[in-house]
């Protein structure tokens, strides 16, 4: 059975090419366009990974990442923050958050699914 990754970033073009990447290296992908949109589509069905943005209205990735953290079901779901920011700062909050990678963009599919592989070993 394929593991099931989602993709939370408001640029549809963004979200595109990830999941061609993906579904190319033999993944389901579930898409939102923001981390409210992504609470929203985790409705208990098992996600294997996250990948996220920082930057996004609504609710930004940091604020995303604590509250899948909170979820009982989601708690150990590793995320996989895909990013322009690259501070140090942002990188410990997101860490602190509970975010297990930092990509920053613009990234090579095949790092991002080198990343992706390793963390998806459940």
């Known amino acids: 059975m394929a593991k099931t990754i989602l993709i939370v970033d408001d640029s549809a073009s963004l979200r595109q090419v990830v999941s061609i990447a993906l579904k190319g290296a033999g993944y389901d992908v579930m898409e939102a366009v923001d981390g409210k949109d992504a609470l929203g589509k985790l409705k208990g069905q098992k996600i294997h990974l996250i990948i996220s943005d920082v930057n996004m209205p609504v609710m930004d990735g940091i604020s995303f990442v604590k509250e899948v953290k909170k979820n009982a079901t989601y708690k150990f779901t590793p995320i996989i923050m895909l990013t322009t920011e690259s501070q140090e700062g942002k990188k410990l909050e997101g860490q602190a958050a509970g975010a297990k ?13 080198n990343a992706v592989s390793k963390l998806c070993l459940a």
């Open 101 to 113: 990678a930092w990509v920053v963009k613009p990234f090579k599919p095949e790092q991002m699914l």
